[in-house]
């Protein structure tokens, strides 16, 4: 399995971010798919996902901001970031489950300027 995220970079507040995450080794269409985050200092935690039957989960600081979806034609999971704040700044890695275990992407820096 292998998950590979891009999109992140350098944005100022307010402004907009969108990630992509190519996935390959997997039967993407059945799958779990989900961001994380992790600031420094800071522990993972969880951003958003979307079911292979495409219902989502937002982590209450980035609700109504964020916008997960996926696009199974080109086994790619995004993540709309708008409305950006200093506080989203982090490195974002993309995230799937199967018996087999867990599996995250490389991560991609996203840095958020007041």
């Known amino acids: 399995v292998q998950l590979q995220a891009s999109g992140g970079g350098l944005v100022q507040a307010g402004g907009s971010l969108r990630l992509s995450c190519a996935a390959t080794?997997?039967?993407?269409?059945?799958?779990?798919m989900g961001w994380y985050r992790q600031a420094p200092g800071k522990q993972r935690e969880l951003v958003a996902t979307?079911?292979?039957?495409?219902?989502?989960n937002y982590a209450e600081s980035v609700e109504g901001r964020f916008t997960i979806s996926r696009d199974n034609a080109k086994n790619t999971v995004y993540l709309q970031m708008n409305s950006l704040k200093p506080e989203d700044t982090a490195v974002y890695y993309c995230?799937?489950?199967?018996?087999?275990?867990?599996?995250w992407g490389q991560g991609t820096q996203v840095t958020v300027s007041s």
């Open positions: 979307m079911t292979s039957a495409g219902s989502t």
């Open positions: 080794g997997i039967n993407f269409n059945f799958y779990r």
């Open positions: 995230h799937t489950t199967d018996l087999g275990g867990r599996y």
